[in-house]
């Protein structure tokens, strides 16, 4: 079992609809982070929440739109999304926002997206 | 672009073998971390090692570092079917504060 739980497990969703993705963490975690991963690749860094405040955005497409409402949630808005946006999204938080490579990343195990 | 670059790409070896995969890097790091990834899960943190570290030990695993050489390994020992998956190296620039970047990753297979 994972300590960050991310809902819903798998999704497919239309080019038109509105959808949101969910991550959860009770341990404490300053920071928190979104990951988009294709098959057989690395997980690629959308966007890092410290306390609460988006502090990186890797050029992210604006049909991705992340929110915190507080320190244990973490949400990722999902409108107009193409084809190419299907993946698995990986919701991750780390202690600190401090130094952020020092510190290991705890994950869930995602959210299989796919855009019809 | 991508930090870490693991090798192999994949590697199949039987049950009770053990498992070497590499990772080199390009910039100066403050310290390298290994994830595994089961199939269809999340990454799962294995170890972090420090730059003014040469080697680490965790159960099974074995993990050197060569800053020298900008390259990392990790060993595992005795391997089990369940070490099947994927392996990623992650590092992060010794310089302000940024995130980790992880490789392309090693996809293990070990066969009872």
């Known amino acids: 079992d994972t300590e960050v739980t991310q809902t819903p497990k798998h999704l497919v969703m239309g080019m038109t609809n509105k959808k949101s993705l969910k991550c959860e963490q009770h341990m404490g975690h300053r920071a928190m982070y979104w990951y988009k991963q294709k098959a057989k690749k690395p997980p690629e860094l959308m966007f890092v929440?410290?306390?609460?405040?988006?502090?990186i955005n890797e050029s992210v497409p604006s049909r991705f739109s992340p929110e915190c409402p507080n320190s244990s949630l973490l949400n990722l808005h999902l409108h107009a999304l193409q084809p190419e946006d299907s993946a698995l999204y990986l919701c991750a938080s780390s202690q600190d926002f401090q130094v952020l490579g020092n510190q290991p990343q705890h994950f869930g195990d995602g959210t299989r997206l796919s855009i019809l | 672009s991508q930090q870490g670059e693991e090798d192999p790409q994949a590697l199949s070896i039987q049950e009770g073998e053990n498992a070497t995969m590499n990772c080199s890097y390009k910039?100066?790091?403050?310290?390298l971390q290994w994830y595994r990834q089961n199939s269809g899960r999340g990454l799962v943190h294995l170890i972090l090692i420090r730059s003014n570290e040469r080697e680490k030990h965790s159960g099974r695993l074995r993990v050197t570092l060569d800053t020298s050489k900008k390259s990392s390994s990790l060993l595992i020992t005795a391997s089990r079917a369940a070490d099947t998956a994927s392996y990623f190296c992650a590092t992060a620039r010794n310089s302000g504060n940024t995130p980790l970047v992880f490789g392309k990753g090693t996809r293990l297979s070990v066969i009872a």
């Open positions: 929440y410290s306390y609460e405040k988006l502090s």
């Open positions: 910039t100066s790091i403050n310290n």
